[in-house]
């Protein structure tokens, strides 16, 4: 038991003038008696285990160092026994030695409040400060700190919060955060012991906490640094360092949970574990919540609490407000609920979310149970459907993989790549799961996972008239496929309809994910096929070659890769050959940041090393883009800001074949030139192979000449021509189209070219059904690999067909001729409606023309968006050449179609149903009726097609068809 202060009075007394203490020196004694109660305390907290024995000198701070940059308006102020530090940013004056286990003790003194109180989760964001360096604690002190910042522990102060806070940067985060009280302009003694992974906090002789470090993998030696912090002005003084010696770490013990919630960062409401913050709710304004997965690892998920009917604010016609969360309970289990209405009354939801840990996996589980229902009053479209669930994982282009389990039970994966796979349908969803897997410069330790628990009598809904059905959950990836959603399928609910979801976010640990995507298979998605690849510049120079390639069913980020387009999948591929070559295959595209920053401006000379292959068209091209700023990683497409491009110089080799050859181009590079990126193409079909560029500044006085066209190379056309189809190709895939129409070439499906009484052609036959003569990555491949696509053309995949360009879109036309000659089969092709065969369908089934009958003779005839129909009395004979038209012609709000057979009319009629106003798709379909290419097969020869945006007479009939 500790003795009454006054009990030590006598033996100070005797050392003094006892007349003088009654002559008014009384203040001497309460000195004294202030002096021995110190020691003693001194000695407690030693018996305590809290101080060392003994006491040694305050550092000389003079000898201490700025570390790390600080702000313009920073102030250290070090004297021998006292700094003063004041910055926006962190501020920090470092020990000149580092060290692994401290015991550090100092006065701290704060003297004026932070001025700056930003923080990561005031609103949605991915991309978490690696320090975690918020502003509003105005106090810090860092322990084994990197020499380059980038790893330490962080002991820091703040008045504003009236917390203590610990964070291990950058694989910990906060780790921990306590209530100590704070006084501006009051001194406190701060003494931090950091031996092995113990640490212990000491403010004012009282222990606010003891916390290890069992994440693993932590700083083991550094910097020592006192720091300031938010625009406050701080005081340290009387600063030690000593050795702390082996201190006795708490053995470590089941996790058990400790919940509670209060205000904290910026006054949003978080949920703590013992003092670990481990989940940032929603706010009124905000609904974004920030969640660590494991005790004493970072926060590694972000996810919605609202349902985003509104689709990012394309639909705000399905805008809600929502309430902030109720939190209620504590210890071991936890929970939240807020509810949401749409700002027009059609809907409500309500959420509740249970806080909770899985022991087997020793993570946190957050598991959302929520309810959408629709309201009395007219019903709803629900455009964009029912997105429900959306997360993102933090500094999402680490991860490499998403692994989800489809509608069967099997998992597939995508890889994370800065381009939109697209969406996923049927996804599972009674025991459905999305896991990220796989870390790019980092280990991983647990994973963000999403478990989805939807009952199946939940799924049960009905149609627009009445039936019964079953909801589909599917899966979007929109941005970069970081920022990941799911949905049920666009509907129109009314009064009383319900719609019920449960899932959970949690984390999977790193072999766990490792042994889901070992049973994973890359998804069949064409914009991640795994035999396509994306062709890397990286930092090249001056000679550009093609030999660093990553297929497209694994992940990349940075490293200058050649691009086609906005979130489009490489239009180009890579021969293995010579190190690599670039294969620019019919109207492809390839652009790329080279070279360094800041070019020498003048004359430079571009040589490409170039082969071609049967190029129709324009031929293949090369370009050089100067551009105001460079772009280092080259993650996005260079013509995106237009407004970045000074120059644009190109160099065409020319149609036909040639050998390798070397073509050169002089290209001028202007003065203010930031960065350079490089073109190659193919504008026409064909191939073109090149297997590197070289780039070499011209001296004053050299005058080589370039060797390449400077102007793209003229191709005659039909005047008026949408599609002119010469056919001059005879092999591969492709037929060039000359006409001015968007689309640059017609894909061949199962035909085969041949030449028959002088005439260029293309047969169209009853094909084997194992035959798949097609473009990878074309039109029908893609429709193919369409995951509900697929079922209406699986059936016909070995169909003869041409087609071209898209269903959607388009634009009224003035006027229309379809023109080409073909040699028929003696019978058409088998299907479900027999009796006709489409030669031309143009304008998805708008215009078609085609022949009347199943076996020869055909009579001619024309279907005008499906209900107009026209046909002919004259009759074509099987193996025999004919040219065969339809013109149509506008005559007020109807069209004039006529049928020409040889340039000889034979047959007219007005339509009834297709108006002249009518906007129509620039699309093209040969030898079948055009959606789901299911019937109308023709059998036959055709030759060359055109498709012209005049009424042709029948002299110019005769005159263009030849």
């Known amino acids: 038991m500790l003795p009454s202060r006054l009990a030590f009075w006598p033996l100070f007394m005797g050392c003094r003038n ?45 000898s201490w160092r700025a570390f790390l ?128 992974g113990l640490l212990r906090l000491v403010v004012d002789g009282r222990e606010l906490l003891t916390w290890v470090d069992r994440l693993g993998g932590g700083p083991v030696s550094g910097i020592v640094a006192v720091g300031a ?10 600063v030690s360092l000593q050795d702390p010696g082996p201190q006795p770490h708490p053995a470590a013990v089941p996790h058990v949970l400790r919940l509670s919630s209060r205000r904290w960062l910026g006054g949003r409401q978080f949920v703590f574990d013992d003092n670990e913050p481990i989940l940032q709710l929603h706010d009124v304004g905000d609904p974004s919540m920030f969640a660590k997965l494991r005790p004493g690892l970072k926060p590694l998920l972000t996810f919605d609490s609202h349902w985003g009917l509104e689709n990012q604010g394309a639909y705000r016609e ?70 429900f669930e959306h997360h993102t994982p933090l500094d999402p282009f680490r991860w490499r993989y998403l692994l989800i389990r489809g509608g069967d039970g099997d998992l597939t994966y995508r890889p994370l790549a800065p381009f939109d796979p697209g969406p996923l ?14 870390r790019t410069g980092e280990q991983q330790i647990v994973a963000p996972a999403v478990e989805y628990l939807i009952q199946p009598e939940w799924l049960e809904s009905k149609d627009e008239q009445g039936q019964p059905r079953r909801r589909q959950l599917n899966t979007a990836v929109c941005a970069a496929f970081y920022d990941t959603g799911v949905s049920f399928a666009p509907t129109t609910g009314r009064a009383g309809d319900r719609v019920r979801v449960r899932y959970r976010y949690t984390g999977y640990p790193a072999e766990e994910t490792e042994r889901l995507f070992g049973a994973a298979k890359v998804q069949n998605n064409p914009r991640i ?130 050998e390798w050859r070397d073509l050169q181009l002089v290209v001028d590079v202007p003065e203010g030139t930031g960065g350079l990126a490089l073109g190659l193409g193919n504008a026409g079909t064909g191939e073109v192979l090149i297997s590197e560029v070289r780039f070499a500044a011209l001296a004053d006085g050299q005058s080589p000449s ?141 215009f078609i023309l085609g022949l009347e009958g199943q076996t020869a003779p055909y009579r001619l005839g024309a279907w005008l968006n499906v209900n107009d129909h026209i046909s002919s009395e004259v009759m074509l004979e099987a193996e025999r050449w004919a040219q065969v038209a339809m013109t149509c012609e506008p005559v007020g709000e109807n069209w004039r179609v006529r049928l020409y057979v040889d340039g000889q009319q034979v047959g ?14 620039d699309s093209l379909i040969l030898g079948a009726e055009y959606f789901y290419l299911h019937c109308h097969y023709y059998r036959g020869l055709m030759g060359p097609v055109q498709v012209i945006e005049r009424c042709l007479t029948s002299a110019e009939l005769v005159r263009v068809g030849g």
């Open 229 to 238: 912090s938010s625009g406050g002005r701080v005081t340290f003084s009387d």
């Open 18 to 62: 006892r007349t003088a203490v009654m002559a008014g020196d009384l203040w001497c004694a309460h000195v004294y008696e202030r002096v021995v109660f110190r020691l003693l305390l001194v000695l407690l907290t030693f018996r305590c285990g809290l101080l060392p024995v003994q006491r040694v000198s305050a550092e000389d701070l003079t």
């Open 318 to 387: 399905a805008s809600v407000e929502w309430t902030e969360a109720r939190v209620t309970g504590g210890g071991e289990s936890l929970r939240a609920e807020w509810s949401a209405k749409h700002v027009q009354g059609r809907f409500t939801t309500g959420s509740l979310l249970q806080v909770g840990f899985d022991h087997q996996r020793q993570v946190y589980t957050y598991e959302i149970e929520s309810e959408l229902q629709v309201l009395p009053g007219d019903p709803f479209v629900f455009r964009y459907g029912f997105d």
């Open 706 to 846: 370039s060797t390449m066209l400077v102007s793209v190379p003229e191709t005659a056309a039909v005047p008026g021509a949408i599609w002119d189809l010469r056919l001059s190709e005879q092999s591969g895939l492709y037929a060039f189209n000359a006409g001015a129409g968007e689309h640059r070439v017609l894909e061949l499906a199962n035909v085969d070219w041949v030449q028959e009484g002088g005439r260029r052609a293309i047969r169209f036959s009853e094909n084997p059904k194992q035959r798949a003569d097609y473009p990878a990555l074309g039109l029908l491949d893609t429709w193919l690999r369409h995951p509900q696509q697929r079922l209406n053309y699986e059936p016909h995949r070995h169909g003869a067909f041409g087609l071209g360009g898209f269903h959607g879109g388009g634009r009224p036309l003035r006027a229309l001729t379809l023109l080409t000659w073909i040699r028929p089969s003696r019978e058409m092709g088998a299907g479900p409606h027999p009796g006709r065969a489409d030669l031309i369908g143009y304008g998805a089934r708008r």
């Open 529 to 658: 096929d795994p035999r396509h690849h994306f062709v890397f510049a990286g930092e090249q120079w001056p000679v550009i070659r093609f030999g660093t390639k990553v297929s497209l069913d694994q992940p990349w980020w940075g490293g200058r890769p050649f691009l086609s387009g906005h979130n489009q999948r490489p239009s180009y591929d890579v021969v293995e050959a010579d190190g690599g070559q670039l294969r620019l295959g019919p109207v492809s595209w390839a652009v790329a940041p080279i070279g360094p920053e800041h070019p020498s401006a003048g004359r430079w000379l571009m040589t490409v090393r170039v082969k071609s292959v049967n190029t129709v068209g324009p031929g293949g091209r090369v370009e050089l883009l100067c551009l105001k700023k460079a772009d280092a990683a080259g993650n996005g497409y260079v013509l995106m800001d237009s407004g970045n491009v000074i120059s644009r110089q190109t160099g065409w080799f020319g149609a036909g074949s040639a």
């Open 425 to 438: 349908d049927d996804i599972q969803s009674v025991y459905g799961l999305r896991a990220w897997h796989g």
């Open 69 to 196: 940059p600080a702000s313009p308006q920073s102030v250290l102020q070090p004297e021998a026994g006292r700094v003063v530090l004041q910055g926006a940013e962190w501020t920090w004056l470092a020990a000149p030695r580092p060290q692994a286990d401290v015991l550090f003790d100092a006065t701290v003194q704060l003297e004026t409040a932070a001025t700056q109180f930003s923080f990561f989760g005031s609103s949605w964001s991915a991309w978490p400060d690696p320090k975690f360096e918020d502003r509003g604690f105005e106090a810090g002190l860092l322990l084994r700190c990197a020499e380059d910042g980038s790893s330490g522990y962080r002991v820091q102060l703040s008045s504003k919060y009236q917390e203590c806070a610990v964070v291990r940067f950058p694989d910990g985060g906060y780790v921990r955060s306590v209530p100590c009280e704070i006084s501006l302009g009051r001194p406190l003694r701060l003494t931090v012991t950091l031996s092995g």
């Open 908 to 921: 007219e009629g007005m339509t009834e149903k297709l108006r002249v106003s009518d906007s129509v798709p």
